[in-house]
């Protein structure tokens, strides 16, 4: 059994090392990122199959889900968003299960926000809610911005509804089988990911047209204008593209103020 304990601690840690190495190539080819979370079988991997057009594994089963499945999801305008499966989560975790839950919920740590799954048609979902959030605090997310969503719409009757809506004004009522909300959802996708900062002003060099493009996709362009000088961009974009996009803020000259006679 010793020896057991041990190549799994070994394999964890191997988890962990190719999803350090995962996430170091994902900001290479820097992409806003989500990553949804949700008691078990609230039918998160079937929203990722909607949204990304995956086939990713959807079984009513415990735990289905172990390995985070990463896949890309594009939003209006051409944006592109990076989602991620994670485990379902599950009320008095066993202890020897952990360190694997850290395994394999360390993306909810660096994504941009969370969408937040809830099985509406649950007669336990807000204990389902409280646990999920209870579980993201003790693993350091607890200030990540949240997107809460309610899905089995499909299989829901007038008073799951109101229920939903009492609890949770704000969330959106989707179904991952009919697609019912799934294209009000990713517009508030695009949302999320530009309303963290405010507009900046970027001038991109005339060589450097692959960026004007892949800025298009990362984020919300709202005007482009070419000047001798490059080309002018004002938009909006996500905080974890300040690296990629902080050369090229655009910093009006100064006005020359008349020197007093």
């Known amino acids: 059994m010793r020896n057991r304990i041990t190549r799994l601690k070994a394999e964890l840690a191997q988890v962990v090392r190719q999803r350090g190495v995962q ?13 949804i979370v949700g008691y078990t ?8 199959n909607k949204l990304t057009g995956a086939t990713v594994l959807a ?3 415990l735990f289905a889900t172990l390995d985070p499945t990463t896949r890309q999801m594009l939003l209006p305008g051409n944006q592109k ?3 991620t499966d994670t485990v379902g989560f599950i009320r ?3 202890h020897g299960l952990v360190e694997a839950f850290k395994a394999t919920l360390e993306e ?7 969408i937040h799954v809830v099985d509406i048609t649950s007669p336990h979902f807000e204990k389902h809610r409280e646990t999920t959030l209870s579980v993201l605090a003790e693993l350091g997310a607890g200030d990540r911005p949240v997107l809460n969503v309610f899905n089995k719409v499909d299989l829901a009757d007038a008073i799951e509804i109101r229920a939903a809506k009492r609890s949770v004004p704000d969330a959106f009522l989707v179904s991952a089988v009919t697609g019912k909300g799934i294209e ?20 991109v060099p005339h060589d450097r047209y692959d960026l004007v493009a892949k800025l298009h996709t990362l984020g919300d362009v709202q005007s482009k204008e ?9 938009g909006r974009f996500p905080p974890s593209q300040a690296g990629l996009i902080k050369p090229f803020l655009y910093v009006p000259p100064k006005r020359k103020t008349k020197a007093k006679a």
């Not at 909810?108 to 969370?114: K, P, Q, R, S």
Request: proline letters at 5%; a positive charge.
């Open 23 to 35: 996430r170091t190539r994902r900001v290479r080819v820097p992409f806003p990122t989500a990553s």
């Open 41 to 48: 079988n609230a039918g998160k991997s079937s929203l990722l």
């Open 59 to 61: 079984e009513d089963k």
């Open 81 to 83: 968003l990076l989602l």
């Open 92 to 94: 008095r975790l066993p």
């Open 108 to 114: 909810v740590l660096v994504a941009d926000f969370l």
């Open 184 to 203: 009000e959802l990713k517009v508030r996708c695009q949302q999320m990911i530009v309303n963290d900062i405010g507009s900046v002003q970027l001038l």
């Open 226 to 234: 070419h000047t001798e000088a490059g080309v002018l961009l004002t």
